[in-house]
C-alpha cells in the first residue's frame, strides 16, 4: 500500500524557517517524481514544487521561488522542503503527492501538515 | 501565466448527471486531470489523461466518473450522482511553456 506521511510542520514567526518531510512506502520511491502542494485555509489548491526521481530536474512555483528548496534522498525514502524567509500567506496544509507515470498528474498524496506563520 | 477556470458551484438532484467544466487556453492540447477533496480530506485523483487516452480513471474510482477534454474546456462528469459525491473538485493541468502545474479555483458540488 502506497503511503505517504509529511511532518515538520508548526507555528513559525514571519522570516523563520521550517523544514518539512514526507516519508514515502509502499512503492519504489526511486522511480517516481514528487510534488509539494498547499492549500491555504479555506481556499484551494496551490502547486509549489516538482522534483525528478533523479533530482535532475527542478520546478518552483513563482510564489516560493528563491525562498524554498525541494530535495530527496531515496536511499531514505524521503522528500523534503526547505521554507526559508516565511510569510504569512505560507501559511498552509502542505501536502506531498506522488506524480503518475505517464503524465503530470498526482495519483497518492499524503494527509497533509498545517504550516502557520504568524508572530 | 497559464489560468484554469472553475464555476464555483455546481448543484445536482441524486441519481442525475452533474457536468463541471474547467477552461483554459488550448486546454485540450494539456494533459488535464480531476481531482476530488471531502473536508478535512486530502485530495483524491478520480480522472487522468496520458499520452495514450483521455478520461481514465485510476483503480477504485466508480465507472459513474468520467471526463473529457477538447479545445479549450476539460469537463468531469458525474453520472448518476450520488450524495457521497458532494465534495470540492479541482482540475489540474501542467503548461510545459512555463514548466508550471497548475490547478483550476476549484468547484463545490452540492448534492441535494
Known amino acids: 500500500e502506497v503511503q505517504l506521511v509529511e511532518s515538520g510542520g508548526g507555528l513559525v514567526q514571519p522570516g523563520g524557517s521550517l523544514r518539512l518531510s514526507c516519508a514515502a512506502s509502499?512503492?519504489?520511491?526511486?522511480?517516481?517524481?514528487m510534488n509539494w502542494v498547499r492549500q491555504a485555509p479555506g481556499k484551494g489548491l496551490e502547486w509549489v514544487s516538482y522534483i525528478s526521481s533523479s533530482s535532475r530536474t527542478i520546478y518552483y512555483a513563482d510564489s516560493v521561488k528563491g525562498r524554498f528548496t525541494i530535495s530527496r534522498d531515496n536511499a531514505k525514502n524521503s522528500l523534503y522542503l526547505q521554507m526559508n524567509s516565511l510569510r504569512a500567506e505560507d501559511t498552509a496544509v502542505y501536502f506531498c503527492?506522488?506524480?503518475?507515470?505517464?503524465?503530470?498528474?498526482?495519483?497518492?498524496w499524503g494527509q497533509g501538515t498545517l504550516v502557520t506563520v504568524s508572530s | 501565466s497559464y489560468e484554469l477556470t472553475q464555476p464555483p458551484s455546481v448543484s445536482v438532484s441524486p441519481g442525475q448527471t452533474a457536468s463541471i467544466t474547467c477552461s483554459g487556453d488550448?486546454?485540450?492540447?494539456?494533459?488535464a486531470c480531476w481531482y476530488q477533496q471531502k473536508p478535512g480530506q486530502s485530495p483524491v485523483l478520480v480522472i487522468f489523461q496520458d499520452i495514450y487516452q483521455a478520461g481514465k480513471r485510476p483503480s477504485g474510482i466508480p465507472e459513474r466518473f468520467s471526463g473529457s477534454n477538447s479545445g479549450n474546456t476539460a469537463t468531469l462528469t458525474i453520472s448518476g450522482t450520488q450524495a457521497m459525491d458532494e465534495a470540492d473538485y479541482y482540475c489540474?493541468?501542467?503548461?510545459?511553456?512555463?514548466?508550471?502545474?497548475?490547478f483550476g479555483g476549484g468547484t463545490k458540488l452540492t448534492v441535494l
Open positions: 489540474q493541468a501542467w503548461d510545459s511553456s512555463t514548466a508550471r502545474v497548475v
Open positions: 488550448k486546454l485540450g492540447d494539456k494533459h
Open positions: 509502499g512503492f519504489t520511491f526511486s522511480s517516481y517524481s
Open positions: 503527492a506522488r506524480e503518475g507515470e505517464s503524465s503530470r498528474y498526482f495519483d497518492y
